[in-house]
């Protein structure tokens, strides 16, 4: 049996760069790279491989680490996305049977779909991670809907990680302790979790899969809360008129991986 990690992420020189420019940047997570995870996230190549054969992980699925180019400008975030995915196809090419890709996507330019499908009929990728939330636009947002439309023509997933809520809400719920307890309360300990599954959860109700019935999303973490909710969630069908029980969405178009957990 292969094990194949499929939430395995790195970051590039040219993508700190900018997120060190943008005065939105990591948005308050640029402290959880530093040091050997910073050291490992910058590794594509030898030392990778001995980590995953030293763990038994035959296939790593290669992903920019969140917030990924999510809070970049549109520009900018075109050029490195192109950039991103090159590197990544590069490194598959060179070690074939040890690596597959996610493709890294402009959001801030979301009719740039023409990305993933570049990514996935060019360079062979197998889908994208996208990081939920654009700055303050969700995943439903209208602007995505290309986006959406070409991974359900394309038949690849999309991977819904985790990223930081926004500011209003860890104002409101994830701080009063201290700036290292309180980002880490809003991010890996819990908030990271609800935000991801809560992206999920709109797109359910936008009728997104409606729209697009053949759709996959991934969920991390065990389904990112959601399924263990899935009783109180599927009574929304009372009042959103969907065409299907909201538990037939989660089990037609939905993966779910226990990401480390």
């Known amino acids: 049996m292969k094990i194949i990690g499929i939430e395995e992420h790195f970051v590039t ?5 900018a997120w060190a420019a943008s005065p939105i940047g990591q948005e308050g997570t640029g402290g959880f790279d530093r040091g050997e995870i910073e ?9 990778r491989l001995a980590l995953m054969d030293e763990s038994g992980v035959d296939v790593q699925v290669l992903s920019v680490t969140t917030p990924a180019l999510h809070n970049l400008e549109p520009e900018e975030s075109v050029t490195l996305a192109r950039r991103t995915n090159d590197l990544i196809a590069a490194t598959i090419a060179k070690y074939r049977t040890r690596f597959q890709g996610f493709a890294t996507l402009p959001t801030a330019a979301p009719k740039e779909a023409a990305e993933l499908e570049r990514a996935v009929t060019r360079l062979g990728l197998i889908g994208t991670m996208l990081c939920g939330r654009t700055r303050e636009k ?21 991977f819904v990680h985790p990223r930081i809520p926004q500011r209003a809400v860890r104002e409101v719920y994830y701080s ?10 809003a991010t890996f300990a819990l908030g990271w979790h609800y935000e991801a599954g809560i992206q999920f959860v709109r797109l359910i109700l936008a009728g997104v899969f409606d729209k697009y019935p053949d759709l996959q999303i991934i969920l991390g973490h065990w389904g990112e809360v959601v399924l263990f909710y899935l009783e109180r969630i599927n009574s929304l069908g009372r009042v959103a008129h969907l065409r299907r029980p909201i538990a037939d969405y989660i089990r037609q178009n939905l993966y779910v991986t226990p990401s480390g957990m």
């Open 13 to 17: 020189a040219d993508i700190r760069s």
């Open 39 to 47: 050291e490992r996230l910058d590794d594509l190549g030898e030392q």
């Open 138 to 158: 969700n995943l439903d947002h209208p602007d995505f809907s290309p986006l959406l439309e070409t991974a359900a023509r394309l038949g690849v997933p999309l």
């Open 176 to 185: 009063g302790f201290s700036d290292q307890i309180d980002t880490a309360f």
